[in-house]
């Protein structure tokens, strides 16, 4: 077994940044169909940055892993930097070839993360 699949089974194992936040800037719950993997995101921002993440989910080790991962890397990052992060971002943080059956899995975590974002923007311009 290599690195980077190491990594991903710890990841899978032990995820970081899973549970629940007690306060939160927003929610989103995200479902691939297909495979049935399930993220539910939560964040906090505070000053444009991401100052809390948390997630649950159920699936594959290239789903939870990817949120994983994904969660660890975003906190503390600016909210602009965030938006920017495409599949390639993730592809560089799980550090394998993502073939097409399960890119959907492994990107599930990014689309929620993203929604996530736009659905604390929209809440916070609407509180305004």
């Known amino acids: 077994m290599n690195i980077y699949q190491e990594l991903i089974l710890d990841h899978y194992q032990n995820p970081r940044c899973h549970g629940k936040l007690s306060m939160q800037s927003g929610t989103f719950h995200l479902e691939n169909p297909s495979c049935g993997d399930i993220i539910d995101m939560q964040i906090l921002i505070r000053n444009n940055r991401i100052q809390d993440i948390a997630f649950e989910g159920k699936g594959c080790a290239i789903s939870q892993a990817s949120a994983s991962l994904l969660?660890?890397?975003?906190?503390?990052s600016?909210?602009?930097d965030i938006k920017q992060y495409d599949a390639h971002t993730i592809i560089e943080l799980l550090g394998i070839d993502i073939g097409p059956a399960r890119m959907k899995c492994a990107?599930?975590?990014l689309e929620t993360l993203h929604s996530l974002i736009r659905t604390a923007e929209n809440r916070s311009v609407s509180n305004k």
């Open 107 to 109: 990107l599930l975590s």
């Open 71 to 76: 969660c660890e890397h975003a906190k503390g």
């Open 78 to 80: 600016r909210v602009e």
